[in-house]
């Protein structure tokens, strides 16, 4: 496929998206991940020879049978996306970019599982246009990779830029499973009635450049953000009947869900990072893909 094809999509923003990831310490791992009794060449052969059956076979395994999916959906089925290179620790891989960042947890978990939690990855994810020159591809993503390397204990991974930088443990807990769902969720509840999704991505501009204005030490962001916040509140309908209260009360427990979820993450600075990350994640997910916005 071509990189316009792979970024071709009906929903969500036209990107490529580009992994380069390599085995944490390996070194470390041929020196000391033996007993000193039981290190041998033969071993140390075979250990070599694994690891490159996992890059050069398991991969494509792991491409053809995708497992985790942002949209919360749990079908395996085949990433839209090819390997560049693989070699025996490392490798280089470009798709349609949600596909990629689900290809690099599925890569986790698969390599945990393969070692047993011996051994660890840490990688970088950049998004690009189609036409983006892969040179520059290269080297970008090679930096962002390096973010991930210099985290202490590596095990990580860098989406976008240097602010997306989190442990795989970080990243899947407290930036997918809870940020992002709680974002999906909302505007989940709320598309059953008004599908106006162009909408929905506006107000979460509005929430992201609050959001950074308290990382700037704003002292009446927090006070906008409460302000924002309420404004989202649902109206109490004037002349209720079964089916409107009824309703009413379901919109306002989702809203007053959200709205704390919210207000307690704004509190912390890295709950606010995270919290970025996941507007970001959302909002590439559900923009039309010939948009010209940015983030």
Same mark, same amino acid.
């Given at each position: 496929?071509?990189?316009?094809?792979?970024a071709e999509r009906e929903e969500g923003?036209?990107?490529?998206?580009?992994?380069? !990831?390599?085995?944490?310490?390996?070194?470390?791992?041929?020196?000391?991940?033996?007993?000193?009794?039981?290190? =041998?060449?033969?071993?140390?052969?075979?250990?070599?020879?694994?690891? =490159?059956?996992?890059?050069?076979y398991r991969i494509n395994h792991i491409?053809?049978?995708?497992?985790?999916?942002?949209?919360?959906?749990?079908?395996?089925?085949?990433?839209?996306?090819?390997?560049?290179?693989?070699?025996?620790?490392?490798?280089?891989?470009?798709?349609?970019?949600?596909?990629?960042?689900?290809?690099?947890?599925?890569?986790?978990?698969?390599?945990?599982?393969?070692?047993?939690?011996?051994?660890?990855?840490?990688?970088?994810?950049?998004?690009?246009?189609?036409?983006?020159?892969?040179?520059?591809?290269?080297?970008?993503?090679? !930096?962002?990779?390096?973010?991930?390397?210099?985290?202490?204990?590596?095990?990580?991974?860098?989406?976008?830029?240097?602010?997306?930088?989190?442990?795989?443990?970080?990243?899947?807990?407290?930036?997918?499973?809870?940020?992002?769902?709680?974002?999906?969720?909302?505007?989940?509840?709320?598309?059953?009635?008004?599908?106006?999704?162009?909408?929905?991505?506006?107000?979460?501009?509005?929430?992201?450049?609050?959001?950074?204005?308290?990382?700037?030490?704003?002292?009446?962001?927090?006070?906008?953000?409460?302000?924002?916040?309420?404004?989202?509140?649902?109206?109490?309908?004037?002349?209720?009947?079964?089916?409107?209260?009824?309703?009413?009360?379901?919109?306002?427990?989702?809203?007053q869900s959200f709205a704390d979820r919210?207000?307690?993450?704004?509190?912390?600075?890295?709950?606010?990072?995270?919290?970025?990350?996941?507007?970001?994640?959302?909002?590439?997910?559900?923009?039309?893909?010939?948009?010209?916005?940015?983030?």
């Open positions: 496929n071509t990189f316009e094809e792979l923003i036209r990107r490529i998206g580009v992994l380069r !990831a390599d085995i944490d310490n390996l070194g470390q791992a041929f020196v000391a991940g033996f007993d000193e009794d039981y290190m =041998s060449l033969p071993r140390a052969a075979a250990f070599s020879r694994s690891l =490159s059956l996992f890059f050069k491409l053809q049978n995708g497992k985790y999916h942002l949209n919360g959906s749990t079908q395996i089925q085949p990433r839209k996306a090819v390997v560049v290179y693989t070699g025996g620790d490392d490798l280089f891989v470009v798709g349609a970019w949600d596909d990629i960042i689900g290809f690099a947890v599925d890569l986790h978990d698969e390599l945990k599982s393969y070692t047993q939690d011996t051994l660890h990855i840490s990688g970088g994810i950049g998004l690009y246009p189609p036409k983006y020159p892969i040179s520059s591809i290269a080297r970008e993503t090679g !930096a962002l990779e390096e973010y991930s390397k210099s985290v202490p204990g590596k095990n990580a991974l860098t989406l976008f830029d240097a602010s997306g930088c989190y442990t795989w443990d970080i990243l899947l807990s407290r930036v997918l499973d809870e940020k992002l769902r709680a974002l999906d969720a909302f505007f989940t509840h709320f598309d059953t009635e008004d599908s106006d999704t162009k909408r929905g991505n506006s107000m979460l501009y509005k929430l992201m450049n609050l959001i950074r204005e308290t990382d700037q030490k704003d002292r009446m962001s927090i006070p906008r953000i409460a302000y924002f916040l309420a404004r989202l509140r649902p109206n109490e309908p004037k002349s209720p009947n079964t089916k409107k209260l009824e309703k009413y009360k379901k919109d306002l427990s989702s809203y919210i207000y307690t993450w704004i509190q912390s600075a890295e709950d606010r990072r995270q919290l970025l990350t996941a507007i970001q994640l959302y909002v590439y997910k559900n923009r039309s893909s010939d948009s010209k916005e940015g983030m």
